[in-house]
Antibody
Framework: EVQLLESGGGLVQPGGSLRLSCVAS????????MNWVRQTPGKGLQWVSA????????RYADSVKGRFTVSRDNSRNTVYLQMNSLRVEDTAIYYC?????????????WGQGTLVTVSS | QSLLTQPPSASGTPGQRVTMSCSAG????????VFWYQQLPGAAPKLLIY???QRPSGVPDRFSGSKSGTSASLSISGLRSEDEADYYC???????????FGGGTKLTVL
């Protein structure tokens, strides 16, 4: 069973930066496509970003493109989300989630989430 | 605005069968798979149905998924109090090059 544990959330002012981390308990971590999905009370679930197992390919939702950067360190079983130029509307619980092998939208493991609040 | 539309709420009594819908609007799900997630209060989402009608290991067969044209459905038979949760549909969007989620349906077990 894969366990995912996020950290790094907190309160930040608009325009500020934050880096989220997600550690996985799996020896085959480098086989996983890892994603970040966020949840706001008003808009439900929103996919944010994905990174392939090797880390060489990344994708982003249009709403965060150019501001967020996803990366991973397979030696540490960790995926990161660097969030810059944060906006009030980025306030959400951020989950890291693993895609099932061969899948595209089947997030079969989720972390517990970390809360990001963007407010002055 | 979500590309997938779900009714905000649904309800049923214990033992009943409840069906929740997920509409792709003017688009057709076509050959795209549909996925369903269950989110219990205070918890992270959990994969409930994948590839439209497949259940992950450990998900009871009371849960079933289907799709037809522009609509997909999640059915729960033999409703139980522990099924009270938010349910989200999802699919892959070629135009957005990523997964998209519906707005979710809050299921209340009366």
């Amino acid at each position: 069973e894969v366990q995912l544990l996020e950290s790094g959330g907190g309160l930040v002012q608009p325009g500020g930066s934050l880096r989220l981390s997600c550690v996985a308990s799996a020896s085959t971590f480098n086989n996983f496509v890892m994603n970040w999905v966020r949840q706001t009370p008003g808009k439900g679930l929103q996919w944010v970003s994905a990174v392939t197992g090797s880390g060489t390919s990344t994708r982003y939702a249009d709403s965060v493109k150019g501001r967020f950067t996803v990366s991973r360190d397979n030696s540490r079983n960790t995926v990161y989300l660097q969030m810059n130029s944060l906006r009030v509307e980025d306030t959400a619980i951020y989950y890291c989630a693993k895609i099932a092998v061969g899948g595209t939208t089947d997030f079969d493991h989720w972390g517990q989430g970390t809360l990001v609040t963007v407010s002055s | 605005q979500s590309l997938l539309t779900q009714p905000p709420s649904a309800s049923g009594t214990p033992g009943q069968r409840v069906t929740m819908s997920c509409s792709a609007g003017s688009s057709n799900f076509g050959t795209s798979w549909v996925f369903w997630y269950q989110q219990l209060p205070g918890a992270a989402p959990k994969l409930l149905i994948y590839r439209t009608d497949q259940r992950p290991s450990g998900v009871p067969d009371r849960f079933s998924g289907s799709k037809s044209g522009t609509s997909a459905s999640l059915s729960i038979s033999g409703l139980r109090s522990e099924d009270e949760a938010d349910y989200y549909c999802a699919t892959w969007s070629d135009s957005l090059r990523g997964p998209v989620f519906g707005g979710g349906t809050k299921l209340t077990v009366l």
